[in-house]
C-alpha cells in the first residue's frame, strides 16, 4: 500500500566541520520519500519553483517516486541554510526563504486521498489539517512538527493531535509540547493529548516510543562518520510509515520493528551530505546493516534470578 | 568469587535541579561496592579520615561489604562538591578535597591479592598500577580514568591500560584519550592500546562496548525522574565486575549481559541523591526492572526480506 507524504521539497545549504554543500536538493518530503520507497511506494506532494533542476527531478522519477503530486510555480524553490555545531548535536538555521512554498495549498489527487498512509511532515498545522481533511478514511496518520509551531501555531497543533496516529517529534520539542522535561513523562503526556504512538528522536540517543502497549527504546546505529545530520528525522520517518504499510497495521511488533528500520535508514541518512548517502543506498545495504543493528543490541541473556 | 576494588569514600556535597545535599556518603568505591554487591561479594580497599561516620560505616557492614581494607587515618575524609546543569548532562567540580586520600598508598590484604576480579577506579594511574603490582594473578582487571589523569599521567596510564582487561570511561574522556571524535573510532582506537573491553558510558544515550568480537549498544533505561546522576559511572562499573566475576568469565555473552545490568543499576543510582536509592535497592527491584529493561529494548522482529 502506498504511503502519500506532504512536505517540502527545497535546497539546502549546509554546514558541518566536514565541509558546506550548497543549494543541494532536501525538504522534509524529500528525504522521507527516499527512505520510505525501500519499503512501499510514495507519494510526494510538495511545490517546487521554476528553478528545480530536472535532475532532480529525475532522481525521484528513477527510483518511482510517485510525483504526480508535485506543483510547479512560478518563482524560485524553497530554501533553507543552516549550520551544525562542531558536535554535531546543535544546529542553528542561518536562513529560510519560503519562496514557491509560501503559497503552497496542498491539493490531494483523488486516488492519494483514498489512501491509507499519510505523513504530514513538518509544515504548520493549519496546512497539516487543511490536506487531512481532503483524506477519505487513513488507516494511520503520522505527523512531524517543530518548536516554531509549537510556540506559535499550538491550538491547531493541538487540535490536529487528536486526529493524528502517529506524532514524531524530537526531545526538545517533546519537553516544549508537554511541558515536562522528562521524556518518558513528556511522551506520556503527549499521547494523552491524542497520538496513540509519540516517537522522540533523540539523535545519538535513539529513540523513545512511548504507546498503547509501553515504551520502546532503540538506540542509534553508531556510526564512524557523522557527515550531516539533516533529514536523518525525516528519513526516520520515511522508514518507519514505509514500513507500516508495507505491514498494512500499527501493531505493537510493527511499530518497534518500523521504528528499528527507522534507525538503521537514518543511519545512512547522516553519513553524507545532502541526500548523498540515501541516493546510493541499496536495499542490500538496508537488510545489511539491519542485521548489523540486530547483533550489535543482541544482549543475548536470558534472565538471571539467582542472587 | 570476590571482586576488589580500590577507589575512594567520601563526603559529597551535590546541587542538581532537584535540590542540594551536603556532606553525604559517596566516592567511586562505595557506589561500586553497593552495586556489585547483588552479584558477588565485594572488598574494598579506600581511606577514611576521623570524621568517618559509624552509621556510614555501618551501611557497607549491614551489606555485607567487606571493609577490612578500610584504612582509617588521622584528618578529614575525602571531600568533593559539584553542581549539574539544568539537563543534567554537566557537572562543575566547585571544590576537590583530598584530605588523607592524598596520602593514600593501597595495601592489599593476602587474599585480596590472590583474587580474580580487581577493579580500579577513579584514582591516578600511579595508584592504579601500584595496586595492580600487589595482584598474584588476576583474570580480569577494570579499570576507570578521568580527564585529569588522561591530560597530565597520560605516559602512566598508557602503561596502565596495556595490563587492563575492561576500561570503562565517559564519552568525552575517550575522546580525549583517543584523539577520535567519533565514539566507534574512539573505542576501537583504546582497545588498540591494550583493554579488550573498552566501555563507553554516555550518560543518557547508554553503553557503547567496543570488544574483541564487535560492538555492543545498549540504551540508558528511560527513568522518570533523573535526581543526580552521581555514581551512576560506578554503579555501572559495579554491576558489571560483579556480574563478570558471579559468572566466572569474560565471554561476549557475559560483557553483554553485565552492560545490561550495569544500566538497569545505574538508572536507579539516578534517581535519588547521593546512595539514596541504592541503599534502599533490593535483588527483586533489579530483577524487576531488568525484566522492563528487556521488554522496552525487544524488537522482536526477525529480519524482514522482501522488498
Excluded at 495549498?105 to 496546512?127: G, H, M, T, V, W
Excluded at 517533546?174 to 533523540?202: C, D, F, Q, Y
Excluded at 535513539?206 to 515504551?215: I, N, T
Excluded at 539533516?230 to 511488533?253: I, N, P, S
Aim: with cysteine; net charge neutral.
Amino acid at each position: 500500500m502506498s504511503v502519500v507524504v506532504v512536505g517540502t521539497i527545497g535546497y539546502d545549504t549546509v554546514e558541518t566541520r566536514f565541509g558546506l554543500v550548497n543549494d543541494v536538493l532536501g525538504g522534509s518530503a524529500t528525504f522521507f520519500a527516499l527512505a520510505a520507497r525501500f519499503f512501499s511506494p510514495v507519494s510526494v506532494v510538495a511545490t517546487v519553483g521554476s528553478d528545480f533542476s530536472p535532475d532532480d527531478y529525475k532522481l525521484f522519477a528513477d527510483r518511482s517516486i510517485d510525483l504526480r503530486g508535485l506543483e510547479r510555480r512560478e518563482g524560485k524553490t524553497f530554501r533553507w541554510t543552516a549550520r551544525y555545531s562542531d558536535d554535531m548535536n546543535k544546529r542553528e538555521t542561518l536562513k529560510l526563504e519560503l519562496n514557491v512554498f509560501a503559497e503552497f495549498k496542498p491539493k490531494l489527487l483523488p486516488d492519494q486521498q483514498r489512501s491509507d498512509y499519510l505523513f504530514l511532515a513538518n509544515i504548520s498545522p493549519e496546512l497539516q489539517a487543511y490536506v487531512l481533511d481532503q483524506m477519505v478514511s487513513p488507516k494511520v496518520v503520522g505527523a512531524d512538527t517543530m518548536n516554531h509551531w509549537i510556540e506559535n501555531e499550538r491550538n491547531g497543533l493541538v487540535r490536529l493531535l487528536k486526529r493524528i496516529n502517529v506524532l514524531m517529534l524530537n526531545d526538545d520539542e517533546a519537553r516544549m509540547l508537554s511541558g515536562e522535561h522528562n521524556l518518558v513523562k513528556a511522551g506520556r503526556a503527549i499521547a494523552k493529548m491524542g497520538p496513540t504512538t509519540v516517537v522522540i528522536k533523540r539523535g545519538e540517543a535513539g529513540v523513545l516510543l512511548v504507546g498503547p502497549e509501553g515504551m520502546f527504546v532503540a538506540p542509534a546505529y553508531p556510526v564512524e562518520e557523522v557527515v550531516d545530520p539533516t533529514g536523518a528525522g525525516d528519513a526516520f520517518a520515511g522508514a518507519f510509515m514505509g514500513y507500516v504499510a508495507r505491514v498494512g497495521r500499527l501493531t505493537e511488533e510493527v511499530r518497534r520493528a518500523a521504528s528499528v528500520y527507522g534507525c538503521v535508514v537514518a543511519s545512512f541518512a547522516i553519513e553524507g551530505f545532502s541526500l548523498g548517502r540515501l541516493a546510493t543506498l541499496t536495499w542490500e545495504d538496508i537488510d545489511q546493516r539491519h542485521r548489523a543493528f540486530k547483533q550489535i543490541t543482541d544482549s543475548y541473556c536470558s534472565r538471571w534470578t539467582s542472587q
